[in-house]
Structure formats: structure tokens, C-alpha cells
């Protein structure tokens, strides 16, 4: 998460001032976060999740795939975010009557970055935890192959990872399976080993 960009705001007043602003942010605890854009490489792997993900649910009446537009906020915490991609099954619940802000994703995306990915591991997910209907939590590495998968079962939440291109990354609340060949599909992934560092995002 940035540094803030203005005082304390409402709620209220977050919301009236991003939906008119240029650029969009997120919220928490009375303070605006400015959102940074992302690399080559982060937009193609949230063009191929959404792409894959729409073209392997087109026989799902009730499952939505969205891109980075779309506002979600964590009820629980007060976190207003807006995820890479978002899948929400199910019949949509709005924050208000601007029907702009969802409450009630099943599967959130994130790409990792070097100046996001700890965030995104840690606190962030601590919202997203506390989001009822939120089943998967999907990290993706922008540099290698590799996925890792949080998933809620039986109360509690688990982690697996996919790695590698011939892997595949498997949603079982959403009964869809996505090939890590398909999410990295023209990404120039950086090999790993000594003189490899990621370059910065």
C-alpha cells in the first residue's frame, strides 16, 4: 500500500471523490492510498486470467470474471480495493446504491510485485480473509512460473502452490482449472538462478 494522498476521510467521502477521480486508490481507516500502475508483464498475466477464466466459464450462468475496474470492499475490515481480477458466482451484493462496489467476490487475482507482494501476502490478505463468500485468494508471480493458492476449506485456509508451465492452477469452488502455460501465455519470464535478480516493476 502508498503512502496516503490527503486527511481523514469518510467513508462517504472516499467514495464521492473516486468516483469522479482520474486515477483510482484505495481506502482504509479514514486514508486514500494512491494505486501504482503495473508493468508489461502484470497486464498480460491479468489479460490472459480474465480471458482464460471468462472463456472456461462461458457455460456458467453465474459466475462473473472482472477486471481491475471493478471496486470491492471488505465489509468486515473497511478495506475498498480493487483487486487485478475478480470472479464473483452468485447473484452480486453492493456496498450501496451505486451499485459500483461489490461485497461478496469468490475468487480474487492478485500479481505480485517487489513493491507489492509482501502487502499482498500479509495485511491485504487479512482483509480478504474476512470477506464470507471469498473462497480462493490467487498470488501470481510476474517474473516465473509459479502460483501460489490460498483456499478456504472446512473453515480454515490452506496453501498450495502451482509451479512451472506445465502446472495447473485448480479452483475447486468454481470448478475451473487454469494452465499456468495459459496465465504466463507471451510473458518474458526471468530465469532464475545466480545474475537473475527480477528487475524492478
Not at 17 to 42: C, D, I
Not at 136 to 159: C, N, P
Amino acid at each position: 500500500m502508498a503512502h496516503p494522498k490527503s486527511d481523514h476521510l469518510t467513508p462517504e467521502e472516499y467514495l464521492a471523490a473516486e468516483r469522479v477521480a482520474e486515477t483510482k486508490s484505495e481506502y482504509f481507516a479514514g486514508e486514500r492510498f494512491a494505486m501504482a500502475g503495473g508493468s508489461r508483464a502484470h497486464s498480460m498475466i491479468c489479460a490472459n486470467v480474465i480471458g482464460e477464466s471468462r472463456a472456461r466459464l462461458r457455460g456458467s450462468r453465474s459466475c462473473e470474471v472482472h477486471t481491475s475496474d471493478l471496486r470491492i470492499k471488505s465489509a468486515a475490515t473497511g478495506l475498498y480495493t480493487y483487486p487485478d481480477v475478480t470472479i464473483v458466482c452468485g447473484a452480486m451484493r453492493f456496498d450501496d446504491d451505486q451499485r459500483d462496489t461489490i461485497t461478496n467476490p469468490t475468487v480474487l487475482f492478485e500479481v505480485l510485485s517487489p513493491t507489492s507482494e509482501a502487502y499482498d501476502r500479509g495485511r491485504k490478505f487479512e482483509h480478504y480473509a474476512r470477506i464470507p463468500s471469498l473462497r480462493h485468494y490467487v498470488l501470481i508471480d510476474q517474473f516465473r512460473a509459479h502460483v501460489d493458492l490460498l483456499s478456504l476449506e472446512d473453515g480454515k485456509w490452506t496453501i498450495t502452490a502451482a509451479d512451472g508451465l506445465d502446472a495447473v492452477l485448480e479452483l475447486p469452488a468454481i470448478d475451473l482449472d487454469l494452465p499456468l502455460a495459459e496465465i504466463y501465455r507471451q510473458v518474458a519470464l526471468v530465469e532464475e538462478g545466480p545474475g537473475h535478480a527480477p528487475p524492478n516493476r
